[in-house]
């Protein structure tokens, strides 16, 4: 073999290589989405978070089963109607997904339903241990390379869940529901949980158990996707402010989606920049997308982790929402919210006093999330408005970025400047007055 032609075979085994290694990563961009479904009517509110991922016969399961859901749902609030917000029904369904290994997913879809239809609140979870290679949900037995003594791990399971709940059920019931063909699990790092719901116990109990198993169930080594995070030092690009001339907020709920990066690319192409109110639950799904908005002096809120209704949850339960959503942006971008806006636009004294996050509303809605004409919405975003109007709109709908083209000149030719909700505040105290 010539040195030549040695030369010529190792760049072309270089650049495969190159290819390969891209190729990869995009599988891996590619494996899923999260995608967001809120909805608000007189009766009730909705938000339901899922994942869409590379396996369609996954998807249809996931969709079946939100289907399913939602049905139950109003099946059991037929013929309720409320006047006040705090009186309505609430439907939320929450996502998690993890990738054990090249062969297995863990995916799950928690469920919550309360209001007064319901003499107490509603839970379950639906696990699904998927391989994703054959196409196909996998049991216990499916995902591990040694020998179970399934008869083991059951008593151990039973003696685990009378600890949590003594009198939930009986063995023989849960014999009857705890085979070989239990599917309600994840996999850990240190073995398996398995969940039970609600609805499975004899006993008037009202939440879902895990009982973790330590179990040695793998001979391969789990792969992790927790890469460590460098702090990075985000530098916003330079933007002169004038405070004697009009200016307004565009600001973005319920996101990351997958519309998120061409917004922020309209953004940046007519030199505007808007606050983003985050889910924490999407956070790790778009991380990339978050830096890049960041870097491109785009400011980010926190919406609490999973839209649950926050002015009806406990104290724990909201603080949770919003410490989730704030160390989840901190560990994967490097970025601290200083602004909270709740779910539906609901505040309470307790909210205020539970967080030191800033409170961030609006003033002008452009029911982005229910008006569906592209048109509709740029004018509910362009009339009548005034300094210091801070925008509502929603980054999860295809119309509202194709509105955004249209709002960005229109009220550039009114003269107003574009600020996020902390320049909006500097320019606030510039002027030397609360309110403009």
């Not at 499975?200 to 879902?208: H, K």
């Not at 907020?249 to 007519?270: H, M, R, V, W």
Request: charged share 25%; hydrophobic share 35%; glycine share 2%.
């Amino acid at each position: 073999m010539s040195k030549k032609w040695k030369i010529q075979f190792a760049l072309l085994l270089l650049v495969i290589g190159i290819l390969i290694g891209l190729f990869s990563m995009k599988n891996e961009k590619n494996i899923y989405q999260v995608e967001t479904n809120i909805k608000e009517t007189a009766s009730y509110v909705q938000s339901i978070s899922s994942v869409v991922t590379s396996s369609k016969k996954l998807n249809q399961l996931l969709e079946e089963q939100i289907k399913a859901q939602e049905q139950f749902f109003q099946d059991q609030i037929k013929d309720t109607t409320h006047s006040f917000l705090i009186d309505r029904e609430e439907l939320n369904i929450d996502y998690q997904f993890e990738i054990i290994d090249d062969n297995i997913w863990n995916v799950s879809l928690i469920t919550s339903m309360t209001g007064p239809s319901f003499s107490y609140p509603y839970y379950r979870i639906d696990c699904w241990t998927w391989n994703p290679k054959k196409e196909k949900e996998v049991d216990l037995e499916g995902v591990t390379s040694v020998p179970l003594e399934f008869s083991t791990i059951r008593n151990q399971v039973f003696e685990e869940l009378k600890k949590e709940c003594p009198s939930c059920i009986s063995r023989k019931s849960f014999q009857e529901i705890f085979t070989e063909s239990f599917k309600n699990f994840q996999i850990t790092e240190h073995g398996v949980i398995f969940y039970f719901n609600p609805f499975l116990f004899e006993d008037d109990y009202y939440d879902i158990i895990p009982i973790p198993l330590e179990m040695n169930l793998f001979s391969f080594k789990r792969n992790s996707q927790t890469k460590e995070f460098e702090q990075e030092s985000f530098v916003p690009p330079s933007k002169i402010i004038d405070p004697k001339k009009p200016v307004v907020a565009l600001t973005f709920d319920d996101g990351p989606s997958q519309y998120t990066e061409e917004i922020i690319e309209i953004l940046k192409e007519n030199e505007v920049n808007a606050t983003f109110f985050i889910l924490g639950n999407k956070v790790t799904a778009y991380q990339e997308i978050l830096k890049r908005s960041i870097q491109n002096g785009n400011e980010l809120g926190n919406h609490s982790y999973n839209h649950q209704w926050m002015s009806q949850l406990s104290t724990n339960q909201l603080i949770e929402q919003i410490e989730k959503t704030q160390n989840i942006l901190k560990e994967t971008t490097g970025y601290t919210p200083r602004y909270l806006r709740p779910t539906y636009g609901s505040i309470t004294n307790r909210i205020r006093k539970n967080t030191e996050l800033e409170i961030a509303l609006w003033t002008v809605d452009t029911r982005d999330w229910k008006i569906h004409n592209i048109n509709r919405i740029v004018e509910r975003a362009t009339d009548n408005i005034k300094d210091g109007d801070v925008i509502l709109m929603h980054d999860i709908f295809e119309r509202s970025k194709e509105a955004l083209k249209k709002i960005i000149p229109k009220l550039k030719e009114k003269g107003f400047q574009f600020v996020t909700m902390s320049e909006l505040e500097e320019v606030k105290n510039l002027r030397n007055i609360k309110d403009l």
